[in-house]
């Protein structure tokens, strides 16, 4: 069992948060028609729905926003901003964007076309709904040891390149443009990539002259789980790591709102000067001025300045640090959780822990009412309702490996004690798990409908229902 984390920093603001009466907490989320993303952020207790731009800033961030130049063009944090993500990224042209999925749209808007297959790790959803929305197909190859019960291999996060390359012999190179690499995976429970499985990426990329293209939201923490746990790292620092890691990739997108540790921002980082050059037409007419790309001037320096922090050591032991240890007290209490954890939630496998609720009736959304509902926490469901529904473009059903429930973690922002908290409130909805209910949708859009749509839950048992 790992230790009790204690926070690297201590607290110079504060914001309160309060837990409101159940009462009003049930009024809450059935007004919400029993979808977290409707909920306002005032009644929620502990906010654990995601750590992307939630995190706190550090006094170094909080001074630097005096210090934001706000010109049109040219303004002096833009070349901070762009000095640091071509050091940390080794890469020549840095595309300032204002958050992740902007980056992916304009991106692959330039390279791909209808019909092509992009193959992924594990997509996340709104990389998946871009590559949709581009004609294109995405294509999962999640590694083997990622199904494998009690494994306990640390880099779960890999990409299958034998079954990759496979996919490459039948499909045709002319149908695969690239490949995407997601480090840390977090569709696959937030874990991380090893340094071997990106450079044997990077050979077969080689091979089949296809290019490598990093979703690098969480590249810190990747970098931190090789020095922890891949032989041959662990007297490099960090930030060689991430260096390595980072310089076998021919194209970068990220949203900085991860180890950006900001709350906004974003970014594309390519080496091709043709490439960079069309990215940068379309982001002029989408985001804006190529030296802030919807971004302010401030808001540059933050990410500027959160990119070097997120490579801290003290910063990486403590947060990598909180997820093991609430994912132990979660254990304890008797939930099934994606072991080993990752680098930034915990996922709860609640079609695990709730075997009486079908996959169509959302076993993790029946979870997370529950969570808000006995504790005013809100957490997140990644199963069927986040990936399930029917592809648009194929008419394809869709379906979710696992029905999972993620715990994210904003980056110092909750101690110890809001853990403890939120494993205590898990803990009471074990005891009488068999009363929990399905879910199913009342209304819902063709992308990204876990955001919008809204649900009832199904009276009486889903079991019977989902058989009749
Ligand atoms: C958050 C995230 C994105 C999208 O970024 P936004 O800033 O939310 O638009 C893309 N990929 C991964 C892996 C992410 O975690």
């Not at 029917?390 to 809001?418: C, F």
């Not at 009363?435 to 749509?453: A, M, N, V, W």
Request: proline fraction near 5%; hydrophobic fraction near 40%; charge should be neutral.
């Amino acid at each position: 069992m790992s230790k009790r984390p204690i926070e690297p920093f201590r607290i110079k603001v504060t914001e309160p948060i309060s837990l409101i009466e159940p009462k009003e907490r049930e009024k809450r989320i059935a007004e919400a028609g029993y979808n977290i993303f409707q909920l306002a952020a005032k009644d929620i207790f502990i906010d654990l729905l995601t750590d992307s731009g939630t995190g706190a800033l550090s006094q170094n961030q909080m001074a630097a926003l005096m210090t934001g130049d706000e010109s049109y063009a040219g303004g002096r944090n833009w070349y901070h901003f762009e000095e640091t993500i071509k050091d940390i990224f080794q890469k020549k042209h840095v595309l300032p964007c204002h958050q992740g999925r902007v980056a992916e749209n304009i991106f692959f808007s330039i390279v791909l076309k209808q019909g092509d297959y992009v193959p992924n790790n594990t997509h996340f959803d709104t990389t998946r709904a871009n590559v949709m929305h581009k004609g294109g197909i995405p294509v999962d190859f999640p590694c083997k040891q990622l199904k494998e019960e009690g494994s306990e291999f640390p880099f779960k996060g890999n990409i299958d390149c034998e079954k990759l390359e496979e996919f490459i012999g039948k499909t045709g190179v002319s149908k695969i443009p690239l490949i995407v690499l997601t480090s840390t995976n977090n569709s696959a429970g937030g874990l991380p990539v090893s340094m071997a499985n990106i450079a044997e990426l990077r050979s077969l990329c080689d091979k089949y002259g296809i290019m490598l293209v990093y979703d690098a939201a969480r590249f810190a923490e990747n970098a931190y789980f090789i020095k922890k746990h891949e032989p041959g790292y662990e007297n490099s620092s960090v930030k060689e790591i991430a260096h390595k890691m980072n310089g076998y990739a021919d194209a970068v997108l990220m949203s900085a709102k991860k180890d950006g540790l900001s709350n906004m921002g974003g970014f594309m980082a390519v080496n091709d000067e043709a490439l960079a050059g069309k990215l940068k037409e379309l982001l002029i007419i989408i985001e804006g001025f190529p030296t802030y790309g919807g971004l302010n001037g401030r808001d540059l320096e933050s990410v500027a300045i959160g990119l070097k922090e997120s490579l801290n050591d003290d910063y990486l032991t403590h947060r990598i640090g909180q997820i093991s240890w609430l994912g132990d007290l979660l254990r304890q209490a008797g939930l099934p959780i994606i072991y080993p954890t990752g680098g930034h939630a915990v996922f709860i496998d609640a079609g695990k822990l709730l075997p009486h609720i079908k996959p169509e009736f959302f076993p993790g959304q029946s979870l997370v009412v529950e969570l808000y509902r006995q504790g005013g926490v809100r957490g997140v469901e990644i199963g069927s309702l986040m990936f399930g529904g029917v592809d648009p473009n194929t008419g394809q059903k869709l379906t979710a490996l696992k029905e999972l429930v993620r715990l994210a973690i904003p980056r110092r922002m909750y101690t110890a004690s809001h853990l403890e908290y939120v494993a205590e409130v898990a803990a009471e909805i074990v005891k009488d798990k068999e009363k929990l209910k399905g879910y199913e949708i009342l209304d819902s859009p063709t992308y990204l409908r876990h955001f919008t749509c809204t649900m009832r839950e199904v009276a009486g048992s889903p079991v019977k229902l989902a058989s009749s």
